[in-house]
């Protein structure tokens, strides 16, 4: 019986921290299928990472070290904060320092960038593709001295170099998986108090081929369907151990194939469990009135839809599956069974121009709810073996120093990502409803904490993000939006004018612009 240490790496805790999920499959498999000796680290409210990493390893004293690593940024597109070296810092440097054994990173940033995080850290081991079976096999050699070499789903550097790079590995039965234990892994008080959800997956593998995406490198092209009953069965067991009904279902798109998110639904709904449930990927393209009856029956009080675009010109150079009449029909049909949204925008795609970007802020700000939010994004972050890296690669092979590990953004011919951001920020000054990825927008955790204390005082069911449109909306009705809009024009102005020599700010103009 081995000795693992596993730790959560994930400190970002935008919108809200997230519960490591995938760490727990892991943690559960290797107790369950292996009977190993399990001890979780979770530093995501850590207040010294070095004492606590220290600790744990003086301690459990591990014979195996494994790290999860989520992100490789905030995908912010404009201004993005690269978080792995946050975690090389805070974490990989710490356990390097203190344990000579063999260490291995996985998470879903290692499926696109194994190669170049294991150069990045100095490491010799990474999983790619499902962790769960490759952990436990990782472990079982070490254990008993066998070869590491072959092991499907392992990238293997020496002496500074890769020297294997195995294919990623598939779990092809999910069901056989045990339901991850997470009240038994983490104190669940430090995420209570801030709403975070339980995550559930319904499936993996994602059959889309969006040209700035790589969840089907990550997860694989091909479905692998859960049983719905299971599902069912496996949300009713965390919200009873864990006392937590807000539940996420953390499919890359949860609504296809869509026969069986009907029957996931169907199930949940069989249960008659109180839920506040929510999905991260919901597609224009596969939303009907069933559907959304269902989603309201299940307990769905709220949605998120990643639309990008809402001009057909730029949907289609993004490979979308759906269009304009697509999202208009989503809006409406949300809006007939009062599910609120978060809708997600990501403007400067290689074809965007200044019109296709009023086209779509315009055009969002028409079709939702006042009450949906619209999260706007600035530019496009090319990752690692994306459609579009692949075509940046073939136009210039020297466009990336390491593999698109650190942030790589387009810059479309006919308007500037800066023009793109201004007009974003206006808009966000002028509805209430629009944020995008600024620092400024980025939600204060105690503010998080008193939202959702609010909410559950008051029985509430509203998703917390319609506080925050609330009190956007005093914002404008006092006037204080004017203001910051105002200074930050000036700024603007101030800026243009050094490097332009040009006058850009008019006072009237902008008032004029909130009558």
């Not at 008659?272 to 224009?284: D, F, V």
């Not at 559950?456 to 006037?479: A, Y």
């Amino acid at each position: 019986m081995a000795k693992v240490l596993l730790i959560n790496s994930n400190r970002f805790k935008h919108p809200w921290p997230v519960i490591p999920f995938g760490l727990c499959y892991v943690a559960t498999v290797l107790e369950t299928n292996g009977n190993h000796n399990v001890f979780f680290l979770d530093l995501c409210f850590s207040k010294n990472c070095e004492e606590d990493i220290q600790k744990a390893i003086q301690d459990f004293v591990p014979d195996v070290i494994g790290i999860s690593v989520r992100n490789i940024d905030d995908t912010g597109g404009y201004n993005i904060h690269f978080l792995l070296e946050d975690v090389k810092n805070d974490v990989i440097d710490y356990c390097k320092k203190e344990f000579s054994g063999p260490i291995i990173i996985g998470g879903p940033s290692v499926g696109i960038s194994g190669r170049e995080m294991l150069d990045y850290f100095d490491l010799e081991y990474a999983v790619c593709g499902d962790g769960e079976a490759v952990m436990l096999e990782f472990v079982k050699r070490i254990e008993y001295r066998q070869p590491l070499e072959g092991l499907k789903g392992l990238i293997i550097r020496r002496k500074k170099t890769i020297i294997q790079d195995n294919e990623p590995f598939r779990v092809q039965d999910l069901d056989s998986l045990p339901f991850p234990k997470p009240y038994r892994y983490l104190n669940l008080d430090h995420y209570r108090r801030f709403g975070s959800p339980l995550l559930i997956q319904t499936k993996r593998g994602c059959a889309f081929n969006c040209a700035y995406c790589t969840y089907n490198i990550i997860e694989g092209k091909q479905y692998r369907l859960r049983n719905p009953k299971l599902i069912a069965d496996e949300i009713e067991i965390l919200v009873k151990e864990t006392r937590i009904n807000h539940v996420e279902f953390a499919d890359s798109v949860f609504n296809v194939p869509l026969s069986h998110c009907k029957e996931v639904l169907r199930a949940v709904i069989s249960k008659n469990m109180n839920l506040k449930l929510h999905t991260m990927g919901l597609t224009p393209a596969a939303v009907d009135e069933e559907l959304l009856y269902l989603m309201k029956c299940a307990g769905f009080n709220e949605v998120d839809i990643g639309v990008e675009s809402v001009c057909d010109t730029i949907l289609e150079s993004l490979s979308k599956n759906f269009k304009l009449a697509d999202v208009i029909k989503t809006a409406n049909l949300l809006k007939k069974k009062k599910i609120p949204a978060t809708w997600f925008i990501m403007l400067g795609a290689p074809a965007e121009t200044r019109e296709t970007v009023l086209e779509t802020l315009n055009s969002v700000s028409r079709i939702i709810s006042k009450w949906d939010l619209v999260f706007v994004a600035t530019g496009v972050r090319v990752y690692n073996g994306s459609p579009f890296a692949k075509e940046m690669i073939r136009k210039d092979i020297h466009c990336t120093d390491d593999n698109f590990l650190h942030p790589v953004k387009i810059e479309p011919e006919k308007i500037s990502l800066k023009d793109i951001h201004t007009i974003a920020k206006r808009f966000s000054f002028r509805y209430p409803n629009f944020y995008f990825y600024e620092e400024e927008h980025i939600t204060p955790g105690w503010l998080l904490i008193t939202g959702n204390f609010i909410l559950k005082v008051f029985h509430s069911r509203q998703p917390v993000w319609r506080l925050l449109i609330f009190l956007k909306n005093l914002e404008l009705v006092m006037g204080i939006s004017l203001v910051k809009r105002i200074i930050s024009e000036l700024k603007t102005s101030l800026s243009n004018n050094k490097s332009r020599g040009e006058n850009g700010f008019s006072l009237i103009s902008i008032i004029n612009d909130y009558r």
